[in-house]
């Protein structure tokens, strides 16, 4: 086992082992081209630019090399997101494998120390079953283990420690928690707690999570989507890269606000969560 | 019309005008002790020491003291979150009239410029309904007044700037827009449009908040509490204040984690928040 990712530099650096293809939908912006021509440049894989007056056409073409194997990562450049979303999750040439759940994973670098934490929904699931949170663990978890943390902590966020039925997202956490071999999830745990050992001392609380987690699951999109706009807004130095998962491969799908960097960091992730199967073939194509 | 107070510095200062009397039960922590002190020591009020040994009764018996006007402001020291609220909650002797809805009030600094926002709401009202929410602007307002701003910006964030029946908060937003002499109303727009007008020149909108919201509402209290633990994780410099707000007279409710500073902040605040009437009474008898 490769020793956790725990910073950006580290991912830059573990991502230029192997090679990988991305196909970028309109990549127009100015953002999108300086993100892709770094990528080049760094090593971390080679870029397919699609193009073309149509721009549902151009996604669907896009999927397609996906699907077909001739590229690994998807991204969005100057393109709605309706645009590719439909593209992705078309039920016949999509990337979306049946009975699987689109969900996102954002990767973000803690205040204290700049540890990379995943925090999932901030974009697409709206208010996520008790399925669609167990798949959202699952797709974090996942990811974690690529990044080489073996046995992620969970921290499932609440606005408080208490469950009751007046919150059921507490029940669904409650059926959630666990203390495996391969997984420590901890619930409901108010944001601070999940990611502060002091904020626990504070409150007198234990958890598994020992104010560590790995991974932060909030309750909801609004929730999730305030946590990453407060981010944005209180802490705009701190780096933060995204995927989509639950696909067949993995989807880039940047904000408009989002810099070079940003888009940079999220190839970089995107390529680390891809299968080792898929990486040698790639590399195999690459060579 | 005062100039508006837009800084703590300004808030400590104007809060020296007229005096008042705070209740507190169970002042028994030292975060606690030294607010109150410096609330003192700065000629902001008088402080009245609760105690004995059944909270519950020393909840109701402070309850008492600022029902009878001989007390200005309610404050909680060591005591229960519930005891409190049960005391102020109670129909025959508490402090909520009937018909009001008590809702959260938290006043923040942005990170750019240090200006105060309300933020409405991070700890009461898990899911507020239209009605409550035309409340929860209804006092967030009245209290921007009181601070000078006399016709406030208010934000109603979302994770989007769309309105749909997925989102029915979204249909709940579009009826509470409105644009008056005395109130500017707009949403949904997430957290950054709210509070940033190069989130809204990025974005290609147009807000008439213009991306300097006075108050923001959040769709519930997931997204609101998800924000104010942000805001500590992230930005511990940023001061806040917090009161309740509805109820007939101010109640400062600090959490576990508060500082000193915090609390003495939130004394400030709910001085400032009294009613002029309330404000001569509480002068003459302090004369």
Chains 1, 2 share one sequence.
Not at 75 to 96: E, F, P, S, Y
Not at 172 to 188: A, K
Not at 259 to 270: G, P, Q
């Amino acid at each position: 086992m490769q020793s956790p990712i725990t910073t950006f530099d580290q991912l830059l650096t573990a991502a230029r082992s192997g090679t990988c293809r991305v196909a970028c939908i309109y990549p127009h912006d100015a953002g999108t081209l300086e993100a892709l021509a770094r990528f080049e440049a760094a090593g971390l894989g080679s870029v397919v630019h699609i193009d073309g007056a149509d721009p549902a056409e151009a996604a669907a073409r896009a999927v397609a090399l996906v699907r077909e194997g001739r590229a690994d990562i998807l991204m969005k450049g100057l393109v709605g997101t309706d645009v590719l979303l439909r593209a992705v999750l078309d039920k016949a040439c999509g990337l979306l494998p049946a009975g699987n759940v689109l969900t996102h994973l954002a990767l973000c670098e803690t205040p204290a120390d700049r540890r990379l934490v995943v925090f999932t929904d901030v974009a697409v699931i709206p208010f996520p079953t008790h399925e669609q949170r167990e798949a959202q663990i699952a797709s974090a978890a996942t990811l974690c283990r690529r990044l080489g943390i073996a046995r992620p902590r969970v921290g499932l966020v609440h606005c408080s420690e208490k469950t009751s039925d007046k919150f059921p997202v507490t029940r669904s956490y409650e059926r959630l928690r666990c203390c495996t071999d391969e997984l420590i999830v901890d619930g409901p745990l108010d944001l601070l707690c999940c990611l502060s050992e002091e904020a626990l001392r504070v409150k007198g609380l234990e958890s598994p999570t020992g104010g560590k987690s790995d991974i932060v699951v909030f309750p909801d999109i609004e929730a999730g989507n305030t946590f990453y706009k407060s981010l944005h807004l209180l802490r705009p130095d701190l780096h933060s890269a995204a995927i989509l998962a639950g696909t067949s491969a993995p989807v880039v799908l940047p904000s408009r606000g989002d810099t070079a960097e940003t888009k940079l960091l999220s190839l970089a992730l995107a390529k680390m969560s891809l299968p080792a199967s898929r990486m040698t073939e790639a590399h195999a194509a690459g060579a």
